[in-house]
């Protein structure tokens, strides 16, 4: 079946212009989590929506990043006035109540 | 301290043989345990997914769980070419079930033919 998708797959921007990252989860899985990956580092944890509960923002590095999940299923990812330091590779992934989270392709953030 | 520990490698063995990779981790609640495969420039690849302690095999893996002593491993049978990645250890669990994954920070395998 299809897995996660995630668009654009590439992002070029400027520093201080803001940028949108879409997530489409799989069908019927409940939590979706958006993680990033810097260049050789492992993954960050950003934020994790689960059901109805609300939404576990911990990893969020400041208030430039948002994000939020419509009617259960698309995530975006918003953030604002980017900068150098947010070019990374935003990953989605979205799993059923009982775990095993299933990644998807990626967008690759720069910052000029 | 960081919640779980990964050795970063690279770890280099030639084909065929069996490789372990490990992580430790310190969170007493963690329930579930994955391994990831991550191949250069693509996302994180769901391999091994275990409940509790135990192991599970699948194919040429066979991932272990040992919650008294906060150790996961991944053994890869026979190992290929094709296995050179970065493989990486998830864990998560709370007082209300699956949450969060935290992760390792992986290890870059090369298997060389």
Redesign the interface.
């Given at each position: 079946g299809a897995g996660?998708s995630q668009s654009p797959s590439n992002k070029v921007t400027e520093k201080g212009k803001d940028v949108e990252l879409r997530c489409d989860p799989i069908s019927g899985h409940t939590?979706l989590?958006w993680?990033r990956q810097s260049l050789g580092?492992?993954?960050e944890?950003l934020i994790?929506f689960?059901g109805n509960s609300a939404p576990?923002k911990s990893?969020l590095p400041s208030d430039r990043f948002s994000a939020e999940r419509t009617g259960g299923s698309v995530s975006t990812l918003t953030i604002q006035r980017t900068q150098q330091e947010d070019s990374a590779v935003y990953?989605c992934?979205s799993?059923t109540?009982?775990?095993?989270?299933?990644?998807?392709?990626?967008t690759r953030l720069t910052v000029l | 301290q960081k919640e779980v520990e990964q050795d970063p490698g690279p770890l280099s063995v030639p084909e065929g043989a069996i490789v372990s990779l490990n992580c430790t981790y310190s969170n007493s609640a963690f329930q579930y345990f994955m391994w990831y495969r991550q191949y250069s420039r693509k996302g994180p690849e769901l391999l091994m997914y275990t409940y509790s302690s135990g192991n599970k095999e699948d194919g040429r893996f066979t991932a272990q769980v040992d919650k008294s002593s906060k150790y996961i491993s991944l053994f890869i049978r026979d190992s290929q070419p094709s296995d050179s990645a970065t493989y990486l250890c998830a864990m998560s669990g709370g007082n209300t079930g699956f949450q969060k994954l935290v992760f390792g920070t992986g290890t870059r395998l090369l298997v060389s033919p």
């Open positions: 996660v939590a989590y993680y580092q492992g993954l944890f994790y689960q576990d990893g990953l992934a799993s109540s009982s775990g095993g989270a299933r990644f998807g392709p990626g | -």
